[in-house]
């Protein structure tokens, strides 16, 4: 495994450990990591959407569903660890309220974080099950990461994808 690699899971740990839960302090310096982790298992009778998070794209297919138990299935095809976070929201990607970084705030005014799944490793894969409503929801990795000419927001890279809820 390559430094860079190994620094950028490190750094992703450490926010887990040291970071998970809401950001109290108002922070706008870095994302708050909040949410719950994932509830892992798949239902016979919800919905299923594969996911794929690579760089720097999610894709998802269906892109819709119908309200109920939804079953994310998620696989990081990438080289850069990722987080899958759920977002139910009116709004447009580009109008989600925003940290310095480019991270989206994901306890910003207009946006409703379901839940996510924290660290999600190149090549591993994990799954989500949520009960959603009807309604517009984003799906979102927010990482952000030490590069050499500053940090790096994975949504502002372009990690977010529609999904939408009949």
């Known amino acids: 495994m390559n430094a860079k690699l190994m620094g950028t899971i490190a750094l992703a740990a450490s926010f887990c450990v040291g970071g998970c839960g809401s950001d ?3 922070n706008d310096g870095m994302p708050g990591y909040g949410g ?4 892992s298992g798949t239902s016979a009778t919800g919905a299923a959407v594969n996911v ?3 760089e720097y794209e999610v894709t998802v297919a269906p892109a819709s569903a119908t309200a109920g138990e939804i079953t994310f299935s998620i696989e990081n095809t990438g080289d850069d660890a990722h987080e899958f976070v759920v977002v139910m929201t009116d709004l ?10 480019g991270s989206f705030d994901e ?3 207009g946006v409703e974080v379901v839940d996510e799944v924290d660290l ?3 090549g591993d894969s994990e799954e989500l099950s949520v009960d959603l409503d009807p309604g ?3 799906l979102v990795c927010n990482f952000v990461v030490p590069e050499d000419d500053g940090l790096e927001s994975h949504f502002h890279e372009g990690m977010v994808a529609p999904f939408t809820v009949e």
């Open 52 to 54: 794929t998070l690579g």
């Open 107 to 109: 306890q910003g005014d």
């Open 92 to 101: 447009a990607a580009a109008d989600l309220p925003t940290h310095s970084d």
């Open 136 to 138: 517009s929801y984003l």
């Open 120 to 122: 999600i490793a190149p």
């Open 36 to 39: 719950t982790s994932g509830t």
């Open 24 to 26: 109290d302090a108002g």
